[in-house]
């Protein structure tokens, strides 16, 4: 045992002065009798010198002494050392990808053995700190800061595998970084059905593999020009060691079509399933297999319709400007500024009530954004600031011979580009809009002859509502961000077959789907239908044998010495102590009382 | 202080009267032969008619034999005054249950007795002088008056025995039953005050309450022994041996009561608080002749 704050030990000489004080106190006790005659003239007596000894012997001196030192022991933080088989700081990161739901030739899963064999570790390195992370592309991380295992088994054993892609070691490093960082665990312990690349030196990996798997691990359709229906594309992956006669399904939920596939192991292949019959906009296909992980043997699809893009124009038309406009999205003219999702103003006059996105061209809104006369302009140049207006526009590309020697725009005004030191490009928000102004007209520029100038126009509209994708195997993915801007305003989100996945009380910029399949979302603008798959990388070639035997470095599992504070208990001690005292004293003053009597 | 007797016990008090040692005359009619005669019903004897006479009670047989006129005379059942002298000096509140709580439990119960056999029953706390009083009367009523007088005692410093017995005599015209409840732990010097008390016929009869401790001390240790009635002191260690020279003493101081008293004629009882109210009222105070 020792003392964290020994000099509270030096409070034990104030017992001195409960001695002195004992010692001090007069020890005649007052006796009320009724007749002093008949005590009169009695002889004394003689006084013990055992008297002074006996004071000290007084229970109730005694027990305060006690107390006292035992109060002192309290304030001095007494703690008891005791020496176990710990390790500081334990990490255990379990891969809860979707691939871990393969399933194993014991019927288990692989995230199942991954569970049992962190219970294992969790036994065999008792840690004060323990941090598990679930790894995933949503790594999610709880921390134990405790020495008893019961939490941390429990947490293990209710965990379930995600849907999620694989997370990566920047991923399982800022969970980390949020448990302290890497370099505070002794040990950390990753188990996972395929390595982690470049994961920290310190991180030892345990494998868990499951069965053979044949995968579909793209898949995109798109409509046949000049024709009905349409083409899938599907490209599938044979991991196993021997060739595979499977049959590919493609369905539009009406109908469908199949294709039967001879896959050699080990190599991807790609197949096209012509789908003349289709007239659905989404897609389901599915591999006829009956392999270790059935997650990869359905993927979806859903073609991308794109949304109007409603105008409404103030001033002179430009056709540059509207080929651009056409060029991004269907464009139709609206009727009112109000219902607009752009306004462009082409060398004209708005007023500041103006509300909604605003596109100035050489445009003016009164009070807010004028320009003076023009000048000499001369080669564009980025002013610095990064902006997605900017992206895929080079600047150095374009040359304005005149514009305004003068743009007054507010204060906040964000300048994108400018030429001959005066802005060109500049973008600001106000309580009722948000406006984009070019200083110049287009006629000033030689941006309609480049490519960038549709570039600049479509991330101008890209900003206001969502544009169409171009034909892509990248569908949405379990996990991952789902964007929702450019949907216009979100009324809900529903899952295939109807489940609520999201209301617009939940809905945020970005939706994260956690299980794959066919979503739908009712927006103001419409109805559109977002397909979700796992990850293609869940499909991957998995680790082909467990290799749980040997961790990749040693750890600090070593005697440990640790303090265990006593106080509670000497406080407890105290409180019974003083029970004791009241009792002895009341039983001393029963006693006197009875004594005084006489 | 609250005197509160249970009610079986006073049920079993109206069984009980006073019993006076000699006959006296009362003013109201009692259990107890008055040697006067008067009007009652139990006839005494015939007495010459003197002008004045109530002419109701001339015996007309008697004068047609005799042609005397003779008048009835009855013997007079007159009341007993009991007065109640009890000790409100300060020693009294000694005693792990007090003594005067014990002594106003006697008076209560003495009362009762009393007024329920007729008698008229008084009241006189007393310390180094007669405190207060409440003649005696009759009727219940009078109880709950001596109660309140108890219940409300105010104690007075010291005992002055003779003292309190002359003024009493002078406070008092009418002969009685004296029963007087205190510790007694007093200077003796009462005889004076006696014989006062018994020149003029009343019975005495005296009570001593004694708290345990003061008939057998116990503890030790140094002591301050302080009167609580004086305020004096004294310092003693004390021993086995200072406690046995106090019951001696103690023992002494008896003797010399109970000498005084039975060369007076008085009885004394000399009850410990801890002996139980019933049996002093229905062992000791009938074997005593004191009730009946």
Not at chain 2, 62 to 89: I, W
Request: glycine share 6%; net charge negative; with cysteine.
């Amino acid at each position: 045992m020792r003392f964290l704050s020994p000099a509270a030990l030096y409070l034990t000489l104030s017992s001195l002065a409960i001695i002195v004080l004992a010692l001090l106190r007069s020890d005649i006790r007052r006796r009320e009798v009724a007749a002093l005659f008949l005590w009169e003239t009695l002889p004394s007596e003689p006084r013990s010198s055992s008297i002074h000894l006996r004071r000290l012997l007084d229970p109730l001196l005694l027990l305060q002494l006690v107390c006292l030192f035992l109060l002192v022991a309290v304030l001095a933080q007494p703690v008891l050392s005791s020496r176990v088989q710990r390790i500081s700081a334990l990490a255990i990161v379990v891969d809860a990808s979707a691939s871990m739901r393969t399933v194993r030739d014991d019927g288990s899963t692989c995230y199942d053995a991954a569970i049992e064999r962190a219970l294992e570790i969790v036994d065999e390195s008792p840690a004060e700190y323990t941090a598990v992370v679930f790894l995933s592309s949503r790594t999610t991380l709880t921390t134990h800061e405790t020495v008893s295992k019961a939490p941390i088994r429990s947490d293990l054993s209710a965990s379930e595998p995600t849907w999620n892609g694989d997370g990566t070691s920047d991923d399982l490093v800022n969970a980390l970084s949020a448990a302290g960082g890497v370099d505070r665990f002794d040990r950390i312990v990753f188990i996972s059905d395929r390595p982690l690349e470049d994961a920290p030196g310190t991180v030892e990996t345990f494998a868990v593999s499951g069965g053979d798997n044949v995968a579909l691990t793209a898949f995109s359709v798109r409509e046949n020009v000049g024709s009905s229906g349409a083409t899938a594309f599907v490209q599938l992956v044979n991991s196993t060691d021997t060739y595979q006669d499977i049959e590919v399904v493609v369905s539009d939920g009406h109908t469908q079509t199949s294709l039967p596939v001879l896959l050699s192991p080990g190599v991807p292949e790609r197949v096209i399933v012509p789908f003349p019959a289709s007239s659905g906009s989404t897609f389901t296909t599915t591999l006829e297999t009956d392999d270790a992980f059935a997650g990869d043997n359905t993927r979806y699809f859903a073609l991308d319709r794109a949304l109007d893009l409603r105008v409404w124009w103030i001033g002179d038309t430009n056709q540059y400007l509207w080929a651009a406009l056409r060029a991004s999205a269907p464009i139709v003219e609206a009727g009112s500024p109000d219902t607009a999702d752009v306004i462009v103003v082409y060398d004209a006059q708005v007023p500041a009530t103006l509300s909604g996105t605003i596109l100035l061209v050489h445009g003016e809104i009164v009070d807010e954004a004028e320009l003076a006369a023009d000048v000499a302009g001369g080669p564009v140049r980025a002013s610095g600031v990064d902006s997605p207006l900017l992206e895929g526009v080079e600047p150095a590309d374009l040359y304005v011979t005149g514009l305004p020697g003068d743009v007054r725009v507010p204060n906040d005004a964000t300048v994108l580009l400018e030429a001959a030191s005066i802005p060109l490009l500049v973008t600001w928000k106000t309580q009722r809009h948000e406006a984009i102004l070019i200083s110049t007209t287009l006629d000033a520029t030689n941006l309609p002859i480049t490519v960038d100038f549709p570039i600049l126009i479509r991330n101008v509209l890209s900003a206001v509502v969502r544009l169409p994708a171009e034909l892509s195997y990248d569908t949405a993915v379990v996990g991952e961000p789902v964007p929702l801007s450019g949907y216009g305003t979100i009324e809900r989100i529903e899952a295939a077959g109807g489940n609520l996945v999201a209301d617009t009380l939940r809905v945020s910029e970005a939706f994260y789907p956690d299980r794959p399949g066919l979503y739908t979302v009712y927006s103001s603008r419409g109805v559109f239908p977002i397909a979700v798959n796992i990850s293609p990388t869940e499909s991957s070639a998995v680790q082909s044998a467990d290799d749980a035997s040997s961790p990749a470095s040693t750890y600090g599992l070593a005697d440990r010495q640790y303090w265990r504070s006593l106080w509670p208990l000497l406080v407890a001690l105290v409180l019974v102590l003083l029970v004791a005292e009241t009792i002895v004293r009341n039983w001393k003053l029963v006693r006197r009382r009875r004594g005084a009597q006489g | 202080m609250r005197p509160l007797l249970d009610e079986a016990f006073l049920r079993r008090l109206s069984r009980l009267r006073f019993l006076a040692k000699s006959q006296r005359g009362g003013r109201l009619t009692g259990h107890h032969v008055s040697p006067r005669v008067g009007m009652s019903i139990e006839f005494a004897d015939y007495r010459e008619y003197r002008p004045g006479d109530d002419l109701r009670y001339v015996d007309w047989n008697l004068y047609g034999r005799l042609e005397k006129l003779f008048v009835k005379t009855f013997a007079h059942e007159s009341d007993l005054p009991v007065y109640l002298l009890v000790d409100a000096s300060a020693s009294m509140q000694l005693g792990g249950s007090p003594k005067a709580t014990y002594a106003a439990q006697l008076a209560l119960a003495l009362s009762y007795l009393g007024l329920r056999s007729m008698e008229r029953v008084g009241l006189y706390p007393f310390a180094d002088r007669v405190l207060s009083n409440l003649p005696p009367r009759h009727g219940m009523p009078q109880l709950g008056r001596i109660y309140r007088a108890l219940s409300d005692l105010t104690f007075g410093q010291d005992t002055l025995m003779d003292k309190v017995l002359s003024e009493f005599v002078s406070a008092t015209k009418e002969s009685g039953l004296v029963i007087v409840i205190g510790d007694l732990l007093c200077s003796l010097h009462m005889k004076e005050g006696l014989s006062r008390l018994l020149y003029r016929g009343d019975d005495i009869v005296f009570l001593q309450v004694l708290a345990p401790g003061e008939i057998e001390p116990q503890g030790g240790g140094l002591s301050r022994i302080v009167d609580v009635e004086t305020g004096k002191h004294v310092t003693l260690n004390l021993g086995r041996s200072t406690l046995e020279e106090y019951k001696v003493r103690f023992e002494q101081h008896q003797g010399e009561l109970r000498s005084l008293l039975h060369e007076l004629g008085v009885p004394l009882f000399t009850l410990p608080t801890t002996r139980p109210l019933e049996r002093v009222v229905f062992e000791d105070l009938r074997e005593g002749g004191i009730l009946r």
